[in-house]
């Protein structure tokens, strides 16, 4: 068949599928009108013509889904906006960012993030997170508007009533959401500017609450209540310091036992890097004991903490079992339930009760921030430094004493075998004589 022809239902029936790829037949009616076929079968309309010396294809639709006398009709329409100068994509496509709502562009800036962790950039749980946040704080006030409409004052309203009636921590994970969506949208030409660029998140102190001693012979007592699983991950939790998610998801894979190390892949760390967490004894003995465990139970399972409870999609503890479920079941038989935020625990108090028993234990800063997987040791030193007060105070108060003495304000303390030293320097040659043989006639007594 030639590739130019009148175009007819019976023609257009009869083309034979390309054996791949695509092939291309034009309408001598309108002869811009092009037939693409494709290997599987679809044939679509477009029209293509030459406008200052390039070639523009404009689709126009599917056959049969749209008549041959529909597809040269608006074949007609867009070849006269061609002649006139106008591109009628560049001029859907302004159509469709002028009807772009703020919902169309998060579900766009969502997808884009889901192909991101396909490819290790980005972390499952930063999206849950922000899916969270969008549902509940920042689609109820930004969803109704189009998103050429948010305007820099638009979004500090928007920005001023999310600080007005919600937390510190809300306040930044909105911030941080509205910043990122839409600079996804400038960088992919969908507005012309972020309008929540120059808006800053809340400066929060840190917070270290962790278990003091009381506190975690409480803790212990509640857990021995509990069915194992639970009993072995808030120990897990204790034990390793890790991030609940990444104890939640903790697989089989990642564990040698052997060496006591836990390799943690840059798919599931904050810093998306690969981490290599050191094993205590304890935890060691915990994870050995649940891979016999593990095998009778488990056997085709790779998580660690795996389980079939019923609605549970991920195959292994989650953390929608923290909220209301195991742990607050815990918490409140140890008597450490709080309505008081800064006084709340939670799973990821663990991870500060460790650290923090480190630092009181006078584990230095950089070792501390290995142990919990801190890029910076800045970022350990603003929560920890301050625990670490008494083995910094030990250590100046070496120094300052030595400088006293050097200086002759402080007399240092002398060892008993310094003291003696000390006294038989002041003695004459005569003294010394008489103490040698007083203690050489004790010796010949004593022999004897």
Not at 317 to 339: N, P
Request: hydrophobic content about 35%.
């Amino acid at each position: 068949m030639s590739s130019r022809f009148n175009f007819t239902i019976a023609s257009l029936e009869k083309i034979t599928l390309p054996t791949q790829g695509r092939a291309e037949y034009r309408d001598t009616k309108v002869p811009e009108l092009t037939l693409r076929v494709t290997a599987s079968g679809v044939k679509s309309f477009s029209v293509a013509k030459k406008i200052d010396g390039k070639y523009v294809r404009v689709t126009l639709g599917r056959f049969p889904a749209n008549t041959i006398e529909q597809a040269r009709k608006k074949a007609r329409e867009k070849i006269l906006l061609l002649e006139n100068g106008i591109n009628p994509t560049s001029q859907k496509r302004e159509q469709q960012l002028q009807n772009l709502t703020t919902v169309d562009l998060y579900e766009q800036y969502e997808e884009n993030f889901r192909a991101r962790i396909k490819v290790g950039e980005r972390r499952l749980k930063s999206l849950e997170d922000f899916s969270r946040t969008w549902k509940l704080h920042v689609k109820p006030r930004i969803g109704k508007y189009r998103a050429k409409e948010v305007t820099h004052a638009i979004a500090l309203r928007i920005t001023d009533d999310i600080k007005a009636k919600l937390t510190a921590g809300l306040f930044n994970a909105s911030i941080a959401l509205l910043r990122a969506m839409f600079k996804f949208a400038e960088s992919h030409e969908l507005v012309k500017s972020n309008p929540f660029s120059g808006i800053s998140k809340v400066r929060i102190e840190s917070r270290t609450r962790f278990l003091d001693k009381v506190e975690i012979a409480a803790l212990f007592d509640s857990l021995n209540q509990e069915k194992p699983i639970y009993q072995d991950v808030v120990q897990i939790l204790i034990y390793t310091g890790q991030r609940k998610g990444n104890v939640y998801s903790m697989e089989w894979d990642e564990l040698d036992l052997e060496r006591g190390v836990w390799t943690i892949p840059h798919t599931k760390t904050k810093t998306k890097t690969i981490y290599h967490a050191q094993l205590a004894t304890p935890a060691i003995e915990i994870l050995k004991r649940r891979l016999i465990n593990h095998e009778q139970n488990f056997d085709n399972s790779p998580y660690v903490f795996a389980t079939k409870q019923r609605g549970n999609k991920t195959g292994h503890l989650s953390t929608k079992s923290d909220i209301s479920g195991y742990w607050k079941r815990i918490i409140e038989r140890a008597g450490l339930d709080s309505t008081d935020a800064t006084k709340r625990i939670t799973p990821h108090t663990m991870r500060k009760t460790l650290a923090s028993w480190q630092a009181l234990e006078g584990v230095d800063l950089l070792s501390i921030s290995k142990s919990l997987g801190h890029s910076d040791i800045s970022t350990t030193a603003k929560s920890y430094a301050h625990l670490s007060g008494e083995t910094i105070r030990a250590g100046v108060q070496k120094a300052t004493d030595a400088l006293q003495i050097a200086s002759g304000q402080l007399k240092r303390n002398l060892t008993p075998k310094e003291l003696l030293l000390e006294k038989i320097s002041k003695l004459s040659e005569d003294e010394c004589l008489s103490i040698f043989c007083l203690l050489y006639t004790s010796d010949a007594a004593d022999d004897s």
